[in-house]
């Protein structure tokens, strides 16, 4: 069975969850299948994620501006995304 397979044959009661969907983040990654990506990322309900072995999670948009750069470009919403990073997080 495949990693992807595995992913897949999960529990719906777990697909949506932050570990799940950054693995499964990382899996398209790694495979350069950028469309797996880019959904994972627009259809998570997860604002962050863990990326790889990273001991913090990393906001959505920030993958997003990683994944448009890998891809060999920007994502259309890069300038939007780097102002409100630029602005630190906000807290409430």
Not at 29 to 40: Q, V, Y
């Amino acid at each position: 069975m495949t990693f992807r397979a595995a992913l897949e044959r999960l529990p719906t009661s777990v697909k949506d969850d932050v570990i799940v969907v950054s693995f499964e983040f990382a899996y398209a990654l790694s495979a350069r299948d950028w469309t797996m990506a880019k959904d994972i990322l627009s259809g998570s309900t997860n604002a962050e994620l863990y990326y790889f072995n990273a001991n913090g999670t990393i906001p959505g948009g920030c993958l997003e501006i990683y994944l448009g750069y890998l891809q060999g470009g920007r994502p259309a919403s890069f300038p939007a995304r780097r102002i409100a990073f630029s602005r630190g997080p906000v807290l409430g």
